[in-house]
């Protein structure tokens, strides 16, 4: 997928917008939706891909509200437009599984409550605009997007039992009851930084997924990575109601969370990068287990 502007004109726009004078300017993040600028080693500007899509509003209007809800640093929107926003840059480094792994039990447990107590203060805002909405990349039919982008790329055996898996989690899932929220909709180990050497949260970055549904769903990263105990410590401190078969839920999330991917990248230009979600599709469904 191409920039959605030359690259040499991003130091033109951050120029003629940023009061500071720019002394250094680096690229340090080419994601799929956002490409992410360091200025000076103190302010983050996030230019949008794709301008068009209406979540760069519904992320500008959201942040200066819960600015003063989350009990962990967010960021703070200084400059603006209809391509990028910027702001000052939150220390820390990604809250990777190699940080984790150097974790005792207690540090992990108090963590894991700070991103239940975030959790429930991003849950329980009220926050409202057109654009908001569910699945705002696509995805949000199982059967109809997700699983035709990666039924005929699994092999038979992992196809079987994501076929038996999710039949029967979507079949629990519709009849359960649970409140709708605001879901930060990226919640993981690439959004949540940590001081490594105070072994805490640092912030929480890139709201560009915002959308309203599923409380389980902001789970389902750590779930997958970090494995059900801390996630469960994670809900140990969640304050909100968590609904009907809410570990269900979050499992789901974390197994369609990988077909959304898949399903992303192959319809936005990212083809390069199917047969490594593939093979983390059937790694999930490797066993007999799911």
Known sequence: MDSPIPIDAYESIIRDRLDDLVESFVRIDEGWTHIVLEVNGKWIFRFVRDPSNTQLV???????????????????????????TAYEKIEGVKFS??????????????????????LSSLHAVTFEHR???????????FWDELWPAAAPRLQTSARKR????????????????????VTHSDFGTSNVLIHPARREIAGVIDFGDISIGDPATDFATF??????????????NYRLPLGDDFWTRVDF?????????????????????APGIVRAIEFQFAGGGV
């Open 58 to 84: 519904v992320e500008q209007a959201f942040l200066p509200l819960f600015k003063g809800h989350s009990p962990l640093p967010i960021p703070q929107i200084w400059y603006s437009g209809a391509n990028f």
């Open 97 to 118: 599984e190699a940080i984790f792994k150097r974790l005792d039990r207690n540090e992990r447990t108090r963590l894991a409550a700070s991103l239940g107590d975030f």
């Open 131 to 141: 654009h908001l909405k569910p699945a705002p990349f696509g995805g949000g039919d």
């Open 162 to 181: 994501a076929e038996t898996y999710f039949h029967r989690a979507l079949s629990r899932i519709a009849s359960a009851a649970y409140p709708n929220v």
């Open 223 to 236: 779930y997958r990575r970090f494995g059900k105990p801390f996630a469960e410590d994670m809900a140990k």
């Open 253 to 273: 999330h974390s197994k369609r969370k990988l077909f959304f991917v898949l399903f992303f990248a192959l319809n936005h230009g990212f083809d390069e990068h």
